[in-house]
């Protein structure tokens, strides 16, 4: 795309309004979600105007261009506001690829003489555009991810369940990210839970946990140190190999804490710890 | 054929380090990395993306699978407009922290990636790139 292609697209700003809007309006799709098409023109023209603005014969081939950060963050804008409207993902995105037609149109007008330079240029923007429409499927998914991830969080305040396990002995799993809020959760539930059941071990299973970095090995020492206070024990479980790995090359020292690999080694363990032993029986076999 | 992964995502929220995390995970699990490989990567970007929030005021990442050679990869870009770091070779050291934290987080991502750059300036910000090889 030459810079008089594109100087000659924003003098057609107006035109290109105009193809754009007439053939939404008679589009099937065109439902009632717009209040009125004074409400499609005005958002129109704004959107029209940015991606005006900011192509250029350079960034049109660059889909990481900086400079079409403006344009992309507005693009989440309006996709975030149409959902909230009431906008289906795919009335969006007929929204935004129509607007490929209008361009396509005035760009015929524009670039007349050379078939060659109207083929490249149509090209080019024709892939402009659709990257404009894959990052409004992606503010989409990351909207949608959000809500996932915030149900997910949720749900881990109400599953940091303390279980006891025997007589002296609890436990509780972690499944999720153990972040400051989530630590805060996890303390609390296992010094009530110790005190609760008159525990002296407590154990901490993090099987569930996808990766142990330095937040969170500081909030196990935490955790440890907080249940010692207490004059009880505290061992930690489900300690993985790749994680085991990890977290010595991360140059993390846990050797001052009772780290075992499973939980059923970490109940052997407190059930020595408490003289307590586990033997198979012997039946009679008197048949 | 393998197709190319090109990402970008922001970090500006706790909640975006978990989402950049699984996108470096599923990129990891794409090109066949074995599970420790990936876990080291992960727990790597959880430190550097984390810095960035904490110490950068939020920032930009750019995830790409890349190939040299018979070798194929993941490297992360990880970019802020933060006040950036006065000394390079401190941060990098085991236990300096400006925070009331370990000080383990750069030194140790060093440490879990095949490559590591790192480039600061005072005022403009950090920009720090990784590269972990499939089976590096
Ligand atoms: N993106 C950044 N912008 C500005 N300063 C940074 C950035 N990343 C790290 N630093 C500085 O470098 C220091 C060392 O970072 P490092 O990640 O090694 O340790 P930490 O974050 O303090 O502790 P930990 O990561 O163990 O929780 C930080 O305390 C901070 O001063
Ligand atoms: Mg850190």
Redesign the interface.
Known sequence: MTTKTVESLREKHDLILTYWISQREMADDFGGNFNSSDDLKAQSSELLEIVLKTITPENITDPYSPDLQPLFDYISGLTISRAKQGFSPRETATYIFSLKDALLRALGEIITDDTQELYRTTLEVSKFVDNIGITSFETFIKGREEVILSQADEMAELSTPVIKVWDGIIAMPIIGTLDSARTQVVMENLLQGIVDSESSIAILDISGVPAVDSLVAQHLIKTVNAIRLLGADCVISGIRPEIAQTVVHLGIDLSKMVTKATLASALKYSLTTLQLEVRRVQKDKSN | MTTNI?E?LSIRQ??DL??C?NRVKEAAVKIGMG??N???L??AV??LA?NMLIYGGGGNV?LETVTRGREQGVQIVFEDKGPGIADINKAMQ?GFTTGK??G??L???R??VSEFFIESTVGIGTTVKIIKWKNG
Request: charged share 30%.
């Open positions: 090109r970008q706790e909640r978990i989402i995390r599970i420790v990936q876990t080291k992960i727990t959880s430190e984390r750019l085991d934290s370990m383990m987080g030194p140790g991502a440490r879990l």
